[in-house]
C-alpha cells in the first residue's frame, strides 16, 4: 500500500512514517522543502533499515504546487501538516489559511487523484474551546469547539477547527463524494522526540526540566504518547469502520503540578530545580494584561479538561500507555538529543 503523509519533518509524523515503513508500506512524505530531506532520513535511520525508502516531495500548504505529484498513486493519504507556532501571530489568518485551505487542498488533490481515504490530523483544540462557561464536563467526538468566541480561542485553536470543519464539509460536499474521511483529535502529544526539532508540545517538559519556569500555572490538559498517535492514523486509515469518524486521543487529564510531580520522581537529580509552587491565577491575570503571550491561558486557569477516549479504545482498538509514561520519555529524549542539558 502507498501512503503519503503530509508535513513528513513533524514531531508525530516522523513517528507515523517510522511505524509506516516498519509496517511494510510504501511511504511518501511532503515536505516545504527538500533540504530538510538529508537530516530528515539521518534521524529515521537508527530507528529504521528502511529509513531511505521514504520518498519525499516538497509541496507548502499555501500553494496549489506539488500536491498532485505528491498524492499520485496514493492509496491513502495522512494529512499531518498544519501550522503549529509556540507564539500566535497578530494575524490569525497566518494560522487560519495555510490550515484551512491547505486541508482542502489536500482533499482536492487526493479525490482527483482517486485516494480512498484521508485521515487528518485536527486536535482537541478543535472539540475543547470556546465554550466560555457552558463546556460538558466530559467532552466527546460529538462536541465541537466555536472558533467565533474570540476570547476562549487562540489562533492555533482557531485554525484546527476551521480547518476540520472545512474537510468535512468537503466530503460532505457534491465535490468530495466518495472520499472517505476520519480526523485524530489529539490532547497534548509527548513522548520520545525521533530528533532535536522538537514540536511546540513538547516545551511543556522542556521548560520543566530546563529550569525555564519557576512556579506552575494552575491548567489541566490531556496527554497521550506520540507512538499512540501514530499507531491511530494508521488504525483510522484501515479499520472500514474508522471512516466518517473523529477520535479523541488522551489517556488521562494532568494539572501541571501533575506533570511537574512525575519529573521530579523520574529524575531525583534534577528534582530540587522543577518548581512545586503554583502561580496564584489572579498574578498570572494580571501578568497576561502586560504579556500577550499569556493572554491565552488566562481561559484555561482552573479548568479540568476531560475528555472521553472511548472512540480510541472501541473503534481503533488501542489502549494508549499511560500519560506519565509520555512525561518521562519526552524528558528522556530531550535530554538524549541535547534539547535540553
Ligand atoms: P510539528 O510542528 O512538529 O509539525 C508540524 C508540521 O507541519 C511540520 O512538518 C511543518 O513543516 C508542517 N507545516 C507547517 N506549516 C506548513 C505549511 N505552510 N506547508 C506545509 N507544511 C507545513 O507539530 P506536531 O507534529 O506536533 O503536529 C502535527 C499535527 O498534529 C498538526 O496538525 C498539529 O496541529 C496536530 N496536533 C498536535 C498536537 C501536539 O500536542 N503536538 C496536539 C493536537 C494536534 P516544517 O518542518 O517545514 O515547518
Known amino acids: 500500500k502507498q501512503v503519503l503523509v503530509t508535513g513528513a519533518t513533524g514531531f508525530i509524523a516522523m513517528q507515523t512514517i517510522l511505524d509506516l515503513l516498519e509496517g511494510d508500506y510504501r511511504v511518501r512524505g511532503t515536505v516545504r522543502s527538500l533540504n530538510k530531506a538529508d537530516t530528515l532520513r539521518e534521524a529515521l535511520r537508527p530507528h529504521t533499515p528502511m529509513a531511505d525508502m521514504l520518498e519525499l516531495v516538497e509541496a507548502d500548504l499555501s500553494s496549489d504546487k506539488g500536491w498532485d505529484q505528491a498524492v499520485e498513486g496514493c ?116 513522548g520520545p522526540a525521533l530528533c532535536a526539532e522538537v514540536s511546540t508540545s513538547l516545551e511543556i517538559v522542556s521548560r520543566l526540566i530546563a529550569v525555564k519556569m519557576p512556579a506552575l500555572p494552575n491548567v489541566s490538559f490531556g496527554i497521550i504518547d506520540v507512538r499512540d498517535v501514530s499507531q491511530a492514523h494508521i488504525q483510522a486509515m484501515e479499520t472500514p469502520e474508522a471512516a466518517g469518524q473523529r477520535f479523541i486521543l488522551t489517556d488521562r487529564t494532568l494539572w501541571f503540578t501533575d506533570i511537574a510531580d512525575t519529573l521530579r520522581t523520574a529524575f531525583p537529580d534534577r528534582a530540587e530545580k522543577i518548581p512545586t509552587r503554583k502561580i496564584p491565577n489572579w498574578v498570572l491575570k494580571l501578568m497576561a494584561v502586560f504579556d500577550p503571550a499569556l493572554k491565552q491561558i488566562v481561559p484555561e486557569l482552573g479548568r479540568f479538561r476531560n475528555a472521553s477516549n472511548t472512540q480510541l479504545k472501541t473503534v481503533l482498538g488501542i489502549t494508549p500507555r499511560p500519560a506519565e509514561e509520555a512525561i518521562i520519555a519526552s524528558a528522556t529524549s530531550l535530554l538524549e538529543h541535547k534539547v535540553v542539558s
Open 75 to 190: 492509496d491513502a493519504v495522512l494529512h499531518l501538516a498544519s501550522p503549529f507556532p509556540a507564539a500566535q501571530p497578530k494575524n490569525p489568518d497566518e494560522l487560519i489559511k495555510p490550515a484551512r485551505d491547505g486541508a482542502l487542498r489536500v482533499l482536492r488533490a487526493a479525490k482527483a487523484a482517486g485516494v480512498k481515504r484521508v485521515v487528518m490530523t485536527s486536535s482537541m483544540a478543535a472539540i475543547a474551546y470556546g465554550w466560555g462557561d457552558s463546556r460538558p464536563d466530559l467532552l466527546t467526538e460529538a462536541h465541537w469547539s466555536n472558533p467565533d468566541n474570540l476570547k476562549d480561542n487562540t489562533a492555533y485553536t482557531r485554525s484546527k477547527t476551521i480547518a476540520e470543519r472545512a474537510a468535512w464539509d468537503f466530503v460532505n460536499s457534491p465535490e468530495g463524494e466518495g472520499l472517505e474521511l476520519a480526523t485524530i483529535n489529539p490532547a497534548a502529544v509527548l
